[in-house]
């Protein structure tokens, strides 16, 4: 585990190590390193920004990085690894969007190399293509959603907005 250099810092980083059990430990310093640098740069920019939304960042950081390294079959029949378009796709939607709408969602790889992002809250989810996301939600019995939307992070994220609520 990295040397901290304050007692808020040892505090913050065990909690950083504690989500990451079972990576390797030179995964797990790169993603506290990246993981402290990013929060940084939020908590300056919004002072309601607590532990919550930390754990979900992190939480999906942590899922992410276990998913890429599915291989072939890995569902014990013919399912495909993550794409790397999806895998980029959605690391670029993990730096950009507002983190307090990650709180609530969970990831997981889907059969296709597409990754679905599902609520927690709700009964609704997306599914991340390489160039295109599709969503569903399903309120009071009514399913809605649309389908080829072409992938864009802020796009993407109006929809988390949406179905996260």
Do not use: C
């Not at 040892?10 to 990576?23: R, V």
């Not at 390193?33 to 939020?42: E, F, I, M």
């Not at 609704?124 to 389908?147: C, K, P, Q, R």
């Amino acid at each position: 585990m990295p040397t901290p250099t304050t007692y808020s810092e040892t505090t913050e980083t065990n909690i950083y190590w504690n989500l990451l059990k079972g990576l390797s430990n030179n995964v797990k310093t790169q993603l506290v390193r990246k993981l402290k640098k990013s929060l940084l740069v939020k908590q300056d920019k919004d002072e309601s920004y607590d532990e919550t939304v930390q754990v979900a960042y992190f939480e999906l950081l942590k899922k992410l990085n276990t998913y890429k390294n599915y291989t072939a079959g890995w569902d014990g029949e013919n399912a495909v690894p993550l794409s790397k378009k999806v895998i980029q796709n959605f690391n670029l939607v993990l730096e950009h969007i507002d983190r307090r709408l990650l709180v609530g969602l969970t990831i997981y790889p889907e059969i296709n190399g597409s990754l679905l992002v599902d609520s927690q809250k709700r009964e609704a989810g997306i599914s991340l293509g390489e160039t295109h996301f599709s969503y569903y939600e399903i309120e009071n019995g009514v399913v809605s959603g649309e389908d080829k939307i072409p992938f864009s992070v802020d796009e993407f994220s109006r929809i988390v907005t949406q179905i996260n609520r």
